[in-house]
């Protein structure tokens, strides 16, 4: 009876640690976007401070109005839809890789930060070129690609943190449970990223394909 009594209480308080983390996945996703959302800030603040044709990645490919300008509703639809997708594949190419290291995690806080950076001094540099019409060409062009992209790159440094510290736990601790199913699960779910990749750099293409002669002029 005593036994019963040891179980049903241990039973009791590990329901009650899980359900005091339920909310746990949702804090994280809010604290990766308060980090994108401080990224986007100090990208827009840099912008603005450098002006147009000071800032050092002028001309790089860096800011994403390199493809939105007067003559992109001449080149092909796969081109437009390449150059929107690299950059921010390249992004999730980094941070798949420091998931499988031992010291990823502390690393991939700064992803959301980049990509946030990259879209603040895009809008930036686009509101500074084009005034009142920059609001338009960030609204139609940049934000519906932007959110899709905002969410699988949360999506895909919350797996990195989660995956390199279990290697971490494995490597330091010795741990004993197999990452394979955990690897596989992983892969599964930056492929999922990278499929919303592919949808956003579609949809801007089609975007600009559609539009830009009526914006860009």
């Not at 339920?22 to 604290?31: A, I, R, S």
Request: aromatic content about 14%; hydrophobic content about 55%; proline content about 3%.
């Amino acid at each position: 009876m005593e036994r019963y009594r040891t179980a049903s209480h241990s039973v009791k308080k590990n329901s009650s640690v899980l359900h005091s983390f339920k909310f746990k996945p949702l804090q994280q996703y809010m604290g990766l976007m308060l980090l994108m959302l401080v990224g986007a800030a100090i990208g827009a603040a840099y912008v603005k401070s450098s002006g147009i044709g000071k800032s050092s990645f002028s001309g790089t490919g860096f800011f994403m109005q390199d493809i939105l300008s007067a003559g992109a509703a001449s080149r092909s639809f796969a081109g437009l839809a390449a150059s929107a997708f690299f950059p921010v594949a390249m992004l999730l190419c980094a941070t798949y890789l420091l998931g499988l290291c031992a010291l990823g995690f502390p690393f991939e806080i700064f992803v959301p930060i980049i990509h946030g950076a990259w879209l603040g001094s895009s809008m930036a540099y686009i509101d500074m070129q084009y005034g009142v019409k920059g609001l338009g060409i960030c609204l139609l062009f940049i934000m519906p690609q932007a959110i899709i992209t905002a969410l699988a790159v949360m999506v895909a440094a919350r797996e990195g943190i989660r995956f390199s510290w279990s290697v971490a736990m494995t490597v330091f601790r010795g741990g004993q449970n197999p990452l394979l199913g955990k690897f596989r699960a992983y892969c599964f779910k930056y492929s999922v990223c990278f499929a919303f990749i592919v949808l956003a750099s579609v949809i801007e293409a089609l975007s600009i394909v559609l539009f830009a002669k009526i914006f860009f002029v």
